[in-house]
């Protein structure tokens, strides 16, 4: 079961330049996230969509825009990279309808930006 | 927003020894979910368990154990008999009965000595 896959895994951008984090999950969630992990800081909700053509800013969501055309991919996007969005890059799932069940999270990416 | 606090950045324990790692939460809600999660160098998030805020038992999986003091907002993890391979980070995480986010803490990093 592949489950939530984010491509790539690492990736250097310069300054100026810009990117899109794909998120691609196999079990039929409603909701889907980006968050953002640093140091000393965990996980910050960058944007989450709740369903197909929906999405909603989270916590930190200046500099960044998502798209969700499609249930099972959530897209990230960078559209002029600074070196402050260097980080590592969560997509997470999970369903609506069962409130006890955690989020299943890909295995990030790993963003520098120079 | 509601926040998590996990006070103890970062915990050592003797292998096969027990530890707790505290986690506090603020809400004014009645119905909410919590969880704990481990990350390991290898970035992938792993659910380790998850409590209901309207049972009073508290969850257990295997060496894993939880101590959730509703009234005082306290939802701490116990690791008995620790193992070399529960060295990771730990995160405790909040979700509402209603709503889309989950919130987490900032992260205890757990080393295991030998």
């Not at chain 1, 369903?51 to 989270?58: D, L, N, P, Y």
């Not at chain 2, 506090?24 to 909410?32: L, V």
């Not at chain 2, 704990?36 to 290898?42: C, G, I, L, R």
């Not at chain 2, 939880?66 to 306290?74: C, E, I, L, Y």
Request: proline residues 5%; hydrophobic residues 30%.
């Amino acid at each position: 079961n592949a489950g939530v896959t984010q491509t790539p895994k690492f990736r250097v951008l310069k300054t100026g330049q810009s990117m899109t984090l794909l998120c691609a999950q196999d079990m039929n969630h409603e909701y889907m996230y980006w968050y953002r992990q640093d140091p000393g800081m965990g996980l910050r909700l960058i944007h989450y969509s709740v369903g197909e053509g929906t999405t909603a800013k989270g916590e930190v969501p200046d500099g960044y825009n998502v798209s969700r055309l499609k249930k099972q991919n959530f897209l990230l996007g960078l559209e002029s990279a600074a070196p402050s969005q260097t980080s590592v890059y969560f997509c997470a799932s999970s369903p609506p309808d069962r409130r006890n069940q955690p989020q299943h999270f890909g295995d990030g990416t790993r963003l520098s930006i120079l | 927003a509601q926040t998590v606090t996990q006070s103890q950045p970062e915990m050592s324990v003797q292998e096969a020894e027990t530890v707790t790692l505290s986690c506090t939460y603020d809400t004014s809600e009645s119905d909410y979910y919590l969880f704990w999660y481990k990350q390991p160098p290898s970035r992938q998030m792993i659910l380790v368990i998850r409590q209901e805020a309207y049972k009073q038992q508290n969850a257990t999986e295997n060496r894993f154990s939880v101590n959730f003091q509703k009234a005082a907002k306290s939802f701490s993890l116990k690791i008995s008999d620790s193992q070399l391979g529960d060295a990771a980070m730990y995160f405790c995480a909040y979700r509402m009965s209603v709503g889309n986010q989950f919130y987490f803490g900032t992260g205890t990093s757990l080393t295991v000595i030998p």
